[in-house]
């Protein structure tokens, strides 16, 4: 099966910039995840989908950020305007149903604000 | 909240070195506990998980024991190789979201 993928895979933007980062999961998972990593630290949860439906946002930063899930299939992470500190790299994921499913990573997209 | 706590890196070994990558929780209730590990230019994968207390997961050489005593979930290989630098990252998932809480990863270096 394919993967999850990611697009772009880099992108430097200035600040007050908009970004659009798009994931792709494996066809026929219903839940797909957004984390980010920034330098050094812990890959932290942003927001989680089941199909179409946000099912949890608290970690999303703030209203700057705007994520959508099309038709329950790919789904899309608006940053605007970026700031300096949105930089980071941001993986998506996907995994099928149930509390033990492994979750399938993307390569990432590593964001750079200058 | 739930925390993932892993020792810090870089950890660099020569190959067939004996490996521990420790990593301790905190969790309500009963976690289960992952590793995934990152190749270089790679997305994150799943390397092992253990979902009860006692419970001992393996894979490609790696074993780790949930420890709920210790709330621990170290990582170990008895001979690592080249192909084996990477970033592994503890995690857990509990609670009634499951979302997978991760550590900051830890940086494996071997040198031939």
């Known amino acids: 099966e394919a993967g999850v993928t990611q697009f772009p895979s880099h992108s430097v933007i200035e600040k007050g910039q908009t970004v659009t980062l798009r994931c792709d999961p494996i066809?026929?998972?219903?839940?797909l995840y957004w984390y980010r990593r920034v330098m050094g630290k812990e890959i932290k949860f942003l927001l989680h989908?089941?199909?179409?439906?946000?099912?949890?946002e608290s970690g999303m930063p703030n209203n700057r950020f705007l994520a959508e899930r099309t038709g329950g299939t790919y789904s899309t992470l608006k940053v605007q305007p970026a700031e300096l500190e949105d930089s980071g790299v941001y993986f998506c994921?996907?995994?099928?149903?149930?509390?033990?499913?492994?979750?399938?990573f993307g390569n990432g997209t590593r964001l750079t604000v200058t | 909240g739930d925390s993932v706590t892993q020792m810090e890196g870089p950890v660099t070994l020569s190959e067939e070195a004996f490996l521990t990558i420790n990593c301790t929780y905190t969790?309500?209730?009963?976690?289960?506990l992952f590793w995934y590990v990152q190749y270089p230019g790679e997305g994150l994968q799943l390397l092992l998980k253990?979902?009860?207390?006692?419970d001992k997961g393996s894979n490609k050489g790696f074993e780790a024991t949930y420890r709920k005593e210790t709330t621990s979930f170290h990582l170990e290989k008895g001979s690592v190789q080249v192909s084996d630098s990477a970033v592994y990252f503890c995690a857990l998932s509990a609670g009634g979201s499951y979302i997978p809480t991760f550590g900051r990863g830890t940086s494996l270096i071997v040198h031939p």
């Open positions: 066809s026929g998972h219903d839940n």
């Open positions: 969790a309500t209730g009963y976690p289960s």
């Open positions: 994921a996907s995994s099928r149903e149930g509390i033990n499913s492994p979750l399938h």
């Open positions: 989908f089941v199909k179409e439906s946000k099912q949890d």
């Open positions: 253990a979902t009860k207390a006692d």
